[in-house]
């Protein structure tokens, strides 16, 4: 059995974080996330009219499901816009846990890490459990730290494009020079091998979205997930064998049948 | 009065505070949240906050996220 994954004082048995955007219906992400067996969700807030209803079902859910909620500052772009939304959240969703996102980049919404570290340090002041959605630059994650983040969820790779662990070195390199600190890929893992990779790596959790709900069948990818990433913490816990570059038979060599030791040849 | 609620330019007769002007726009219930100028209102400022010429008002509501 693996162990569990511990952030800001709370334990999880899942270190699967799903988020709920892009599924065919309200139905398929509730039994998607289900499926998944995800104890911490991501959604977000959005400007709405009073006569808009489409809030109400996720709303139902949210409180029923008895998940961790985990509201996203996405599309924000400024600290100013950031400490707004969280201030919004907190109220709504009744949580002081947050995914901060600050865009630095349309093209490939690379966070921006000077926002990042300047809004973590005013949120973290106003009480805020923050789990900042950053790249995998070292320094930039010490940084984080050193204003009080006691989580960092580098990304694998650009939001929604499923290409996996870009950086594989930059990922590992974050491993070895944080030990102790919970690491979660978000974003950019687009199949349960990925996901099993980062977790074997060393990585206590993966985040996503995309991959689940862009799936031609979201719930069975969902648990496709759930046990990738089930397995590869349990492969990360029981130790990977060292690579090596010459064959070593794993049939036992001796008594082997048909040998006949060679006759010493006369001097 | 003008004032902006979420991006769009709203003449409005004359209104005093925040909790008021939320009422006439017809929101009701707790699902919903307030940033004025740019800045957070916790409900518990609403009846205290007033609403000048102007103001921008966002009001936000939970939707899917990732």
Request: charged residues 20%; hydrophobic residues 45%.
């Amino acid at each position: 059995m693996a162990t569990q994954l511990s952030l800001y004082g709370k334990t999880f048995a899942s270190r699967l974080l799903v988020g709920t955007a892009l599924y065919p219906s309200p139905a398929v992400m509730r039994a998607s996330v289900e499926a998944s067996a995800a104890e911490i969700i991501t959604l977000s807030l959005r400007r709405q009219n009073p006569e808009q209803q489409q809030g109400k079902i996720l709303w139902d859910y949210i409180r029923e499901s008895g998940c961790q909620l985990l509201p996203n500052t996405a599309g924000c772009k400024t600290p100013r816009e950031v400490i707004a939304l969280a201030e919004m959240s907190r109220e709504i969703f009744a949580t002081d846990w947050l995914k901060l996102e600050v865009v630095g980049d349309d093209y490939n919404l690379q966070p921006d890490p000077y926002g990042l570290v300047e809004a973590a340090r005013e949120l973290i002041k106003r009480g805020f459990k923050v789990l900042p959605y950053c790249t995998d630059d070292l320094v930039v994650c010490r940084k984080l730290l050193d204003v009080g983040c006691e989580v960092l969820m580098p990304w694998g790779a650009p939001i929604g494009t499923g290409q996996g662990l870009l950086n594989r070195y930059n990922l590992q390199t974050l491993r070895e020079r944080l030990p102790d600190i919970p690491l979660i890929v978000d974003a950019g893992i687009g199949a349960p091998s990925q996901a099993a990779e980062a977790m074997e790596l060393g990585f206590d959790a993966v985040l996503l979205n995309t991959a689940i709900a862009k799936a031609q069948e979201p719930v069975l990818m969902a648990r496709a997930f759930k046990l990738a990433v089930e397995s590869g913490r349990c492969a990360f816990e029981a130790g990977l064998m060292t690579k090596r570059q010459t064959a070593s038979p794993s049939t036992p060599t001796l008594d082997m049948p048909f040998w006949q030791q060679v006759a010493p040849t006369e001097p | 009065m003008q004032v902006t609620i979420n991006g769009e330019i709203k003449s409005l007769g004359s209104v005093d505070s925040l909790a008021e002007l939320l009422l006439q726009l017809g929101y009701t219930g707790e699902t919903f949240a307030v940033a004025l100028n740019g800045d957070f209102v916790a409900r518990a400022d609403y009846s205290r906050v007033k609403i000048g010429e102007g103001d921008c008002l966002d009001v936000v509501a939970p939707v899917v996220g990732g």
